[in-house]
Structures are given as C-alpha cells and as structure tokens.
C-alpha cells in the first residue's frame, strides 16, 4: 500500500507540479495474491481531476520470476484521490486533465461519478453530525 501511495504522488505532483496530499484512498481490491518471488510492478494513471482534487487509478501487477509459471497478473488495485497545496497548505486549483481517446473518456466520465458519489456521502455524513 505504501508503494501505491508512493507511486498515486508521483502522478498527482507531475500533473499539477505543487505539493500533493494524500485525501482518501477509495477501496484497495486484492485481486490475486503476489507470491515470494515474483517481481512488482506499480503503475498509476490520473483518472479524473475535479476543481481541487485528482483520482489516480494505481494497479499492481506481480509475475513470477520462473517461466514455467503463469505470466503477468493483476495482483491489487485502488483509486487514490490528492489535493494540491500551496505553501500555507491551503488546496490549489488542479489543471485539468486533457483526455485523448474513448477509454479516457469512460475513465474521466467513471472518475465523475465515484467523485459526486463520495462528495454526497461527505455532506451527508457532515449533516448528521450537527
């Protein structure tokens, strides 16, 4: 999970070259589990970046190092969301997100929505408190 986050970072500061936080990390799926030995590989890409936030999809891939073994798999996955900061640790405006392609899109538009959905939770969750 660490290198996750780690890698979520690299992502999140080379879109909008500031610092970045972490904000929240929506639910990290063990798909396989990674076996001694094989080798990990963590690879993120921005999905969606809204006024003063981005998601990062981050996916694991593990493969083992002996060839007789299955090949390349899908070992974890998640959905990190940064916020930009300014010196004063105040959120910044993120540039957005130029899409090329249909799948980017698709990402950008599910992005969207697990954005609104976790936004209505917030405010929910905030109403009740009072």
Wanted: charged share 25%; proline share 3%; hydrophobic share 40%.
């Amino acid at each position: 999970m660490k290198l996750m986050d780690e890698v979520a970072g690299i992502v999140a500061a080379r879109h909008c070259n500031t610092n970045i936080v972490t904000a929240s990390v929506d639910a990290i799926n063990f798909h396989s589990k990674i076996k001694k030995g094989c080798v990990v590989t963590v690879t993120g890409r921005l999905t969606f970046v809204s006024n003063k936030s981005m998601e990062i999809q981050v996916i694991v891939d593990a493969s083992p190092l002996m060839e007789e073994e299955k090949g390349k798999y899908h070992a974890v996955s998640a959905f990190f969301t940064f916020i930009s900061l300014d010196k004063y640790n105040r959120a910044l405006p993120v540039p957005p997100l130029k899409i090329k392609g249909e799948e980017e899109q698709r990402s950008f538009e599910e992005g969207n929505a697990r954005y609104l959905h976790n936004k209505a939770k917030r405010l929910a969750a905030k109403e009740n408190q009072q």
